[in-house]
């Protein structure tokens, strides 16, 4: 059983990475410098991040990057049909309902019209293929940073600062974020997945009834 929705999950995300986003822009010191950056970075010697300025930090492009994002994924919450819509459309379903259903075999559903299962499980269906889709992202960017890291040992701030274009990214701070943006979003995906087996087994049991 799910105990914090995957609608919960995604808003909280959102919110936060609008937080985030915020401080990148104003003081990305609070993220750059926080406890767990400096423990992953640690843990698995990856670099520091460059030390500049509000105007010329490269972060100010992650912020842009994250707020897009959340602003996407509020848009597609309002967008799509929460499961609450499976109860709201049970009435219009159970005429549709065959007594002789045999099995608990989730296959049963093709016995009910395809266009009333699909529309109730064009969330997950969506959201799915999104947790999907940023699990393999942010993976690919975190191993591609871990992977290209530098001699920890004469990293430094300063060392760090150096760097030009997209190599003042490969640091421990979007390192720590892009690690735990896969986690954040493969236990989305679970959540979905839990939800949607259990929205689609209670619309069977509905079908079984009378």
């Known amino acids: 059983m799910v105990l914090i929705s995957s609608k919960t999950l ?3 995300h959102a919110v936060l990475l609008f937080v985030i986003a915020g401080y990148l ?3 990305p010191e609070v993220i750059t410098d926080s406890n767990i950056v400096f423990m992953m970075g640690e843990a698995l010697k990856v ?3 460059p030390a500049t300025s509000s105007l010329t930090s490269p972060f100010v492009f992650c912020a842009i990057f994250l707020f897009v994002e959340a602003l996407v994924d509020i848009f597609l919450l309002a967008s799509l049909p929460f499961h609450n819509a499976l109860d709201e459309a049970m009435p219009y379903i159970r005429p549709f309902r065959n007594p ?3 099995s608990e075999d989730l296959r049963a559903l093709e016995k009910l ?3 009333i299962a699909k529309s109730l499980t064009v969330y997950w269906n969506v959201w799915i293929n999104v947790a999907m889709a940023r699990v393999a992202v942010y993976a690919s960017i975190a191993l591609f940073i871990y992977s290209s890291k530098g001699s920890f040992v004469a ?3 300063t060392a760090a600062s150096t760097a ?4 003042r990214l490969k640091n421990r701070a979007v390192f720590t974020f892009g690690f735990m943006e896969m986690m954040t979003w493969f236990w989305i995906f679970v959540t979905l997945r839990e939800e949607r087996q259990e929205r689609m087994t209670k619309l069977l049991e ?3 009834e009378s």
Not at 164 to 167: E, I, M, S, V, W
Request: no cysteine; hydrophobic share 35%.
């Open 47 to 49: 670099d520091f991040p």
């Open 155 to 157: 990293s430094s701030y």
């Open 206 to 208: 509905d079908a079984k």
């Open 10 to 12: 995604i808003q909280a």
């Open 164 to 167: 030009a274009g997209l190599d």
């Open 113 to 115: 019209p395809h266009y």
């Open 100 to 102: 002789n259903l045999a």
């Open 25 to 27: 822009v104003k003081s």
